[in-house]
């Protein structure tokens, strides 16, 4: 059974996709852009964020965490990207949430709707920072 992850800001959903997406997306900015070590260069993305809160203090230097990646991820080509559970996959609910025609990492992930994980999680920090509140992950 494929988990479903979702951003809450507030009263504001923003639906993410398969747990395994985010985590092949975190997985590949670790491999590509951090040398391999999870969080060393991106902590509250990818420590605060993955483990499901960054605290409305925090929104600002995250959203600047993000467009860090975004740049770097666009100069990666998307054969570069890292399935963290390769046998996954085949499941429909992976397949979905990627961009088959993408030519860089920027753009490969994408939620059920189509839109970019990326775009997805800057909105919802923007969000955060207007409204002054937390950005949270909660699974279904």
Not at 36 to 46: A, D, F, N, V
Not at 72 to 87: F, P
Not at 115 to 133: E, F, P, S
Request: charged share 25%; hydrophobic share 40%.
């Amino acid at each position: 059974m494929t988990i479903s992850l979702f951003i809450r800001v507030s009263c504001f959903g923003f639906s993410l996709g398969a747990a395994e997406s985010l985590e092949s997306l975190l997985a590949t900015i670790a491999y590509n852009l951090e040398n391999r070590k999870w969080g060393s260069k991106y902590p509250i993305i990818m420590n605060d964020f993955y483990n499901g809160l960054i605290k409305k203090e925090q929104i600002e230097d995250a959203l600047k965490e993000l467009d860090t990646i975004e740049s770097g991820l666009s100069k990666i080509k998307a054969d570069q990207v890292v399935w963290v559970k390769c046998k996954e996959l085949r499941h429909p609910s992976i397949v979905n949430n990627i961009n088959q025609y993408a030519t860089n990492l920027a753009v490969y992930f994408k939620n059920p709707d189509g839109v970019n994980m990326i775009t997805l999680i800057r909105n919802a920090l923007k969000k955060g920072l207007n409204r002054n509140r937390d950005v949270t992950i909660f699974k279904v």
